[in-house]
């Protein structure tokens, strides 16, 4: 029977639109996924959303939304976006569902039967969007949260705890029993060092808020939301229920991974498996924590505007060179940096110059040199020993870093074959001895390795590039049975016949202007060129927008994004609620003359009710409202 490989990624908060971060993590358990399936395990990969917590009730009634409207909208974006993504997952599990809420609870009374979950009382510091409880000594220099620096209030709650300081010991014996449990070992270091400091235990439940599952014996406590989340990776598989086959399958099968970002190692290597110890679940888990994608001025932040979405990025470059960049960018253990300049050298060099055009250049002279269809002839080439040495030492250096996840290390791997093919076009110059009927033989042969050679190319980057390496087999004429791993020695092709006329596969890019476009895709700027389908003058035409003159302006009272504007629009006036009041002071608002879009469809917005929308300028660095001088309340504006 084929061996299992369960593999997951941290559930996403629906806080907003899922950015490059996310996408990297997703990219890679997808590229693993592929990976383990090509060597024959039976595999599964879940994936999913985190939606309960105070952030997520907040961030949806800012929006205007009930929380479960919020997350479906949420949990729809980002399947859309997984799939544009060909994201090969079998399951996404949403912590709302019914399937996960019932393990959840189950769990939590099975741990308060057995008083290992107690009641007791927090006291600390508590901040609202990590919904987290800090004691003083851990706030930071500036007494603010440790995790996120912002404001902390000081609050006293009933609270049930774990006793997580009971399962010290366990967890140090267990990493120390299986080193290879966290990686790499620097995180692994960290975590020892964590547990060393000593634990205490864990605050597990909520009072103040609504938007979570609830503890069934004592239902105005809902489940705090990490332990409500960490269940997600038993709970898709059917544990506790009678549709436990995938539990039994998976959980309980040879491979189980984790991959997380490095942000949440705690929860996962801490938590996560003294919860199952305390269950009595086998941890049978492996957990990788990889490192940030940073922007070059540092973390990607939303608020700063330096945050990369994918689906423009996607839109421009395509999937694969998406897919690429990010498995090739982040080092094992490092963090990785996207800067547009990376990005297009990346496309450029990597797949345009040594790849595309090694193949490019292969088929065309097969089809120069010999109509299409090459064999092994048998007359070699001084330099043939050592491409072929390579093709089997890239083949095993692929497979120790695959396995290690060292996946930006395997795809050098590839491009160490990639650039001893080049080299071999170099050194045996199939154009001289085309030159040469004696050394017809010799061609035919020099062109049959360049073949497998790119054969065993294209099985190798089938877990990563899902657009180029079945392009490469079917312009290659690779048949399906040699587009297998088992498949890959050398001369296991008795022939190719190649396609006529070769589709480059990744056509160079304009340095300067694609830099440039992408910077704009960063900064959020909607170039055009980048970002949106045309429209009508119909559709425009629809959209009443009018002079107005600001007559008051407030801040929101329950929200401190927002603005409440009064604006007199001549024949009456409105009522707008503006997310700028991080960039504009309502002082300076007040008297001046903007231009409102006034047949907006009303919405609330935290309570207050918006009637328009204020035109608006921003980029990285500045939001601009967008005033007239001479016009009046009331004009229109085409
Ligand atoms: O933490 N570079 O969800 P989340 C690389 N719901 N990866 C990044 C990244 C970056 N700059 N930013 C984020 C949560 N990530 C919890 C998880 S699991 C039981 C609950 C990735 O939406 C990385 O995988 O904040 C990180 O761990 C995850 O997104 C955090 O996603």
């Known amino acids: 029977m084929a061996k299992t490989f369960y593999v997951t990624t941290p559930i996403y908060y629906p806080s907003g639109k899922l950015h490059i971060g996310n996408t990297y993590t997703t990219v890679l358990c997808d590229a693993l996924k592929r990976y383990k399936a090509m060597r024959g395990y039976d595999t599964f990969y879940l994936t999913g959303m985190d939606e309960h917590g105070k952030k997520i009730e ?61 009641l007791g009382t927090y006291r600390g510091n508590y901040c609202m969007p990590c919904e987290s409880f800090y004691t003083d000594a851990q706030l930071n220099e500036e007494g ?14 009933e609270s049930y705890f774990f006793k997580l300081q009971k399962y010290e010991k366990r967890l140090l014996d267990f990493i120390e029993a299986n080193p290879d449990f966290i990686t790499p070992e620097t995180r692994k270091n960290e975590v020892v060092a964590f547990i060393e400091r000593g634990l ?12 979570g599952i609830k503890v069934v014996s004592n239902p105005k406590h809902v489940v705090y939301v990490w332990i409500d989340a960490l269940t997600n990776y038993i709970s898709a ?36 498996p003294a919860l199952l110890m305390a269950l009595d679940i086998p941890v049978t888990f492996k957990l990788h924590a990889h490192g940030f994608y940073m922007m070059k001025d540092g973390k990607m932040s939303k608020s700063k505007g330096a945050v990369i979405y994918p689906d423009a990025v996607l839109k421009r470059y395509g999937l694969d060179e998406v897919r690429y960049f990010l498995l090739r960018e ?4 490092g963090d990785g940096v996207f800067t547009p300049e990376a990005f297009i050298e990346r496309i450029n060099y990597d797949l345009a110059n040594d790849f595309g055009n090694l193949l490019n250049r292969t088929l065309t002279m097969i089809n120069k040199y010999f109509g299409g269809s090459v064999k092994p002839t048998g007359a070699s080439t001084s330099h043939d020993e050592d491409l072929v040495s390579t093709i089997a030492s890239v083949k095993d250096g692929y497979v120790l870093n695959m396995d290690a996840l060292k996946l930006s290390q395997a795809l050098a791997e590839i491009w160490r074959l990639i650039s001893r093919s080049n080299k071999y076009i170099d050194e045996t110059t199939p ?69 006529k006329e070769p589709v480059p596969m990744f056509p160079r890019l304009d340095v300067d202007a694609e830099v440039e476009a992408l910077r704009a895709i960063i900064a959020g700027v909607e170039k055009e060129t980048v970002e949106r389908e045309a429209v009508s003058i119909d559709d425009f035409d ?37 997310g700028i009041a991080k960039q504009v002071s309502p002082k300076t608002l007040k008297g001046k003359k903007v231009v409102v879009l006034t047949n907006l469809e009303a919405t609330k917005l935290r309570g207050v009710t918006s009637e328009g929308m204020l035109l608006a ?22």
């Open 617 to 638: 300028g921003s980029n990285e660095d500045t939001l601009e409202v967008v005033t007239v001088k001479d016009l009046r309340p009331g004009d229109i504006v085409k």
């Open 144 to 157: 603010a949260c440790p995790d996120c620096g912002r404001k902390t209030t000081a609050l006293e709650e």
């Open 330 to 333: 982040i080092p094992y253990g």
């Open 542 to 578: 629809k959209l009443e927008l009018r002079v107005g003159l600001v007559v008051d302006c407030e801040p929101h009272p329950n929200a401190d994004k927002l603005l409440v504007v009064d604006v007199d629009i001549g024949h009456r006036t409105m009522r707008v609620v503006a």
């Open 237 to 272: 598989l059917g544990y506790g229920t009678e549709a436990d086959g995938n539990y039994d399958k998976y959980w309980l099968g040879d491979e189980v991974l984790h991959v997380v970002g490095k942000d949440i190692l705690r929860f996962h290597a801490v938590y996560w």
């Open 431 to 499: 154009w001289m001895l085309a030159k040469d009927e004696e050394k017809k033989d010799t061609l035919e042969n020099v062109l049959y390795h360049l073949a497998e050679s790119l054969r065993t190319i294209g099985v190798l980057l089938r877990p990563v590039l899902l657009e180029a390496a079945p392009s490469l087999f079917a312009q290659l004429g690779v048949p399906q049975h040699l587009q297998t791993f088992e498949s890959l020695t050398f001369g296991a092709a008795k022939n190719y016949t190649v396609v």
């Open 58 to 118: 907040t961030v949806a009634a800012e929006r205007g939304l009930t929380a479960s409207e919020h997350v479906d909208g949420l949990a729809e974006e980002t399947r859309a976006l997984w799939d544009r993504l060909n994201i090969g997952y079998d399951d996404f599990i949403r912590t709302t569902e019914k399937r996960h809420k019932s393990v959840v609870q189950k769990n939590f009374e099975t741990l308060l039967e057995k008083g290992d979950i107690y």
């Open 200 to 211: 205490n235990d864990l605050s597990v439940s909520r009072t103040t808020f609504d938007w």
